[in-house]
Structures are given as C-alpha cells and as structure tokens.
C-alpha cells in the first residue's frame, strides 16, 4: 500500500488494517518458522507496511499534517 494510499484512511481505519496486518505478520512467521513459507519478501513487505501506518499515526497525533 502506498502512502498516499495510507494518508486518505481515517485514524480508526489505519488502526484496523494495522491489527489485520499483524495478524497476517504473525501467520507469515509460522509459515517461515516451519518452512513454509513461498515469498519471504512477504515478510519484509508487511512489516515495512505496518511501520508506515504506524507512523501516519503518529504524525497525525502530533499535529504535523503534510
């Protein structure tokens, strides 16, 4: 998901695609854990999404809108 993607989710919607994500980052994890797992990049993608949804979050709470 692209930023700008991001930047046009209200606050209670980034809080549930973020719960979803780690949910879903959590499932990849056991996958790799036990080998299953067919894209690693997957991994590292979600993670990367997480952290930008985080901070959205963030800068919206500390009052610096772009």
């Known amino acids: 998901m692209k930023i700008k993607e ?3 989710l209200s606050d209670a919607e980034l809080t549930k695609k973020i719960t979803e994500l780690k949910k879903t980052l959590f499932d990849l994890r056991m996958k790799h854990a036990t080998g299953s797992l067919d894209k690693p990049s997957d991994l590292r993608n ?3 999404a997480v952290a930008r949804m985080k901070t959205v979050l963030k800068e919206r709470q500390n009052g610096k809108v772009d």
């Open 6 to 8: 991001i930047r046009k």
């Open 46 to 48: 979600t993670r990367k």
